[in-house]
């Protein structure tokens, strides 16, 4: 049985707040780990953030456009590191 995350384990956003439910896996299955902003196809959707440190910077980014002041929004971005993706 797959674990079922609550959180995106890439960017770390709620997944009830995915509005597409979830990312999808190769075979078209929806993906308990990643949101469908990370994961689409069993491929992230930004292969340029290959860091934590740069999923941290996008998410404080939208989290400002979003309006949330900026020391909420890196507040928030503190737990990405230890998310499922970026742990080594």
């Keep these: 049985m797959q674990k079922?995350?609550?959180n995106?384990?890439?960017c770390g956003m709620p997944m009830k707040?995915?509005?597409g439910?979830?990312?999808t896996n190769v075979d078209g299955t929806k993906s308990a780990m990643?949101?469908?902003k990370c994961f689409q196809v069993g491929q992230f959707t930004r292969p340029e953030i290959d860091t934590p440190e740069k999923m941290q910077e996008l998410v404080v980014g939208k989290l400002q456009e979003m309006g949330f002041p900026k020391f909420i929004a890196?507040?928030?971005a503190m737990g990405v590191p230890k998310l499922e993706?970026?742990?080594?």
Excluded: E, H, V
């Design 21 to 23: 439910q979830g990312g």
């Design 4 to 6: 079922i995350y609550s």
């Design 85 to 88: 993706r970026w742990k080594k």
């Design 8 to 10: 995106c384990q890439s």
């Design 34 to 36: 990643y949101c469908s």
């Design 17 to 19: 707040k995915d509005l």
């Design 74 to 76: 890196k507040f928030f």
